[in-house]
């Protein structure tokens, strides 16, 4: 255990508080905050943990059910969310399933969100021992904002009142919007840049502050240029979204 000022999170997010208090449990890490809760969530396991075999036919081929955090790092979790009392948590990790691209797309299959890709509930015979999936998990417990990297761009999607929140590079020169393709709803922006989250007890702000290097610079854009943000407070109980523009009803590309 330890107090810091200032702790950075992952390389391209930081959580700046007050006093934060820093705890390591195995593989899995805790920042509690009394306030928030950060849960970083390596992709680790036991089993068939692991990026999962590979068929004949390709990546494709995969049964991605073959992909899971490990029932050690999800009983865990589980514990971990059933003991919380904080107003505001955020979880990261590398990506969705272990593997793949988009997030809110894959956000209700395999030990994610308990069905296959043909729709059919699989959870309780793949999982057993398991409540719900991870999805349903942070549902109940009330996540605020789920990260992840792995797709290289901005991206801000909603599902049951959890932002799924993909983090940009921070340092690529091509300012490109990456795999753009596999979102199919909410917010997209180029890199590069870093996300920048402000926590108060009444909200949560969140703005993606804008990298570029000097030579790529103009009067249109500029290194620390805030592209993007939005804010969570919670009324009755429910996360509520307010400077979300543009709406995210579609997926929209900003440059």
Request: positive net charge.
């Amino acid at each position: 255990m330890m107090k810091v000022q200032h702790k950075r999170i992952i390389g391209i997010l930081s959580v700046i508080l007050s006093t934060v208090t820093w705890a390591r449990a195995g593989a899995y890490t805790v920042v509690d905050t009394g306030q928030t809760k950060c849960y970083d969530m390596p992709l680790r396991g036991s089993g068939n943990a692991g990026p999962g075999p590979r068929g004949r036919g390709g990546p494709g081929s995969r049964d991605l059910w073959d992909v899971t955090l490990g029932d050690t790092q999800y009983q865990w979790f589980k514990k971990t969310l059933e003991e919380s009392k904080t107003k505001y948590q955020f979880v990261f990790t590398h990506h969705i399933l272990g593997t793949g691209r988009g997030a809110v797309e894959n956000s209700d299959v395999f030990e994610w969100g308990g069905k296959n890709r043909r729709g059919d509930w699989e959870f309780d015979q793949k999982r057993p021992g398991w409540q719900l999936p991870i999805h349903q998990l942070m549902v109940k417990h009330g996540i605020t904002i789920f990260s992840k990297g792995h797709n290289h761009l901005f991206a801000r999607q909603e599902r049951d009142g959890i932002v799924y929140q993909e983090l940009p590079m921070p340092a690529d020169p091509s300012y490109t919007t990456q795999f753009e393709n596999q979102y199919r709803s909410g917010v997209k922006l180029p890199n590069s840049g870093h996300v920048r989250v402000a926590v108060s007890p009444d909200q949560v702000k969140v703005d993606y502050v804008r990298s570029y290097l000097s030579k790529d610079e103009n009067d249109q854009r500029k290194n620390g240029d805030v592209a993007h943000s939005y804010t969570i407070k919670l009324k009755n109980g429910k996360p509520e979204i307010e400077n979300a523009n543009p709406s995210t009803n579609a997926a929209t590309t900003l440059k």
